[in-house]
């Protein structure tokens, strides 16, 4: 209270030292909106629960407003206005540069949310990329999350921009998993003014999970980003450590009170039509193919997926990337059946933020559910998925998600044996205990349809603590099942994470047993222990203001692997420091002396011998950063070089960005790298080109294509998808794919073409 008390008294005396012509940018949003010929009202003085949140109360609507991006009905002239943004970039904590005003209202159907984004300067206003859920951070947004039960962990995201775009997630366990393929649906309707923009938006309660006929608040929290001078606002206040996903910091929203929820019945039929001749193929094949998918709400807060025949042929195509390390390469998920609601599921660690990369990374060396283990054979080959089943939300105060999945096996010589034929189950609760606690338990299984004692079963808990402050412990503890293995089934992880504005800290272990076996897991070792630390500061000195220098970012990321007995198997101690640039840019140098022991011959390079078994120890040094990402052209790269295995590389990854307007960009990128290894190896090069070029016609409707070309395997991949949203959550698609080699006696080139139709109906 006496830290706002100060803020409050300093308002006034910063306006006085001011000009006059500077004082609009510090005035509180209730005195910018005076000066507004289109705001009629003050607005609402703050107010605060009784635990100390803002609050906001959603007014109550006779009737609908009109979704038209103009704030002239009823209810927008009723409903109270709240205000008063504060920075969590650059200037963490103090009001925001520019006023934005917030409305809440409902009735029956839906819940309605007006927001007007003053602005000085809206000529300056950034709009990038209009497709379905855009890039956040490269353009002016406006951000609303509500955490529907109040849980304070998990929340429906909605992100708009000046020209109407649209960008939904949904946020589980406050960001820890952030599912940006989960698709919803709401409208928003959006108006640029000449003193900034407004958006206007419509969320049907169908969209949303939550306890009908309950008055208790719902969490939510309002977010601008104003892209020009790369600040980021809040409503409830959010310290530059974290995002919008931090859902316990978020501020009640009351008031509203829905007696009844529909139970929400969406029943989405396909069809599909394809053309497919394989690489070396003479002829093409194509059969008509149906199958279906429904969506029911068992009750407001259970939601039942099910789907039969699924087909992802519109699935975004995996980005080819030059592998020279000794594990297979990482792809994430990216069929839409497995990515919605998938954070139920997730089983890890605490969030670090990074401004780098904000997504969560995935621990690779043990990621507990994997779904793209589903559906691919032994050898990787794709297999037909005959249906499947996903019932998901809160039941009995718990959090609860069970995926079941039948997988097709193959039948080459037509006997009745069904290879790789398997049922897939997974099974997550979680219950949430005091302010920011939670205890968890996780059982998966595959079991052969075909053969009884074929199978592999994993079952244990995990647990997350919030001890004090910013401190977090989260652990876990897995046992396997699996026929013929006796010893070393397990594995287990425990780590303590530190996450502040200033110092942030991550130190942990995790231990695989020599027979751990997990078929719905992406691991890279067994019989190993790994050490782990993260540790940074980013100090913010006047001093580099000048030179545009937002932060510094010294930090080091140290793994270190040992087996079972002590012997080091492995390690990579990077060590960097990163600049952030007040434009966004950044650039960073490290030191990255690296260990593998390698237990198999290894090929870098598809016409190089083999590396042979044995220790290698080498040094890498690299130079790595962006230009401003919002600026049309942008230019973003790394150069690595120093040692490599048993010897030398220089690789250079660069990509340069056009986007001459928020419709059209492209991207051409190149991955070179010369290597000079010691015998057997030798020296090899190698070059990977990747074009990727994104045209959206409207909000609705987008032209994708993704080229690539490997020097090394000579071989060119293209994948050009054209997508139509007719109607909410219902698609046209139209996928080319061509897959060719380029040596002189290459086979016949694959190609296919592929028509889809979905039609969402609502009941």
Known sequence: MIARSARALAVPLLLAAVPVTAQTALMPSASVAAMSPAAARAIAPPTQSA???????????????RIDGSLDDDVWQRAPIVGGFTQSEPEDGRPATEATEVQVAYDDRAIYIAAYCRDGEPGKLIVNDIRKDFRTGDQDSFEVILDTFADRRNGYLFVTTPEGAKHDQQVANEGKENNASWDAVWIVKTRTTDDGWIA?????FKTLRFTPGHTSPWGVNFSRRIRRKNEVDFWSPVARAYNVSRVSLAGNLVGIDVTAASRNLRVKPYALGSAIRPVGGSSFDGDPDVGLDVKYGVTPA????????????????????????????FFPEKRDFFLENSGIFYVGDAQ????????PTPDEDLLLFFSRRIGLSAAGDPLTIAAGGRLTGKVAGMSVGLLNVQVQGRDPQGTSRGLDANNYTVVRARRNFSSANDVGVLFMQRQSTDTGSDHNRVAGLDWNLRLFGNLDWSSYAMRTFTPGIDEGQYAWRSSVNWEGSFFHGKGGVMQVGEGFQSDLSYYRRTATRKYFTDIGV??????????????LHPHIVWNYYENLDGLITGKRLHSGVTVFFNSGAYVEWSENPELQRTTSPLRLASKAPRLPVGRYAWNEHRLTGTTDPSRKLSLSGTVTWGGLWSGDQKTVNATLTVKPSYRF???????HTDAELAAPVGSFTTDLYTMRTNYSFNTQMFLDALMQYSTDLRQLNANIRFNLIHRPLSDIYVVYNEQRFTDDDAPAAGRGVIVKYTHMLAF
């Not at 635990?51 to 407003?65: E, F, I, K, N």
């Not at 206007?200 to 049907?204: A, F, G, K, L």
């Not at 699924?310 to 980005?319: K, L, M, S, V």
């Open 538 to 551: 980013r100090p913010r000195p006047v001093a580099l203001k000048q030179y545009g220098i937002r932060e």
């Open 51 to 65: 635990d100390g949140r803002l609050q906001v109360t959603a007014q109550r609507a006779p009737t609908p407003p």
């Open 665 to 671: 960009r492209t991207s051409v990128g190149v991955q």
């Open 302 to 329: 259970l939601t039942l997926d099910a789907t039969v025949h699924p087909d992802f042929a519109q699935a975004e195509a995996d980005e080819q990337q030059v592998n020279l390390t000794q594990f297979s390469q």
């Open 200 to 204: 206007e938006i419509e969320i049907p």
């Open 352 to 359: 670090r933020n990074n401004r780098v990369n904000p997504a």
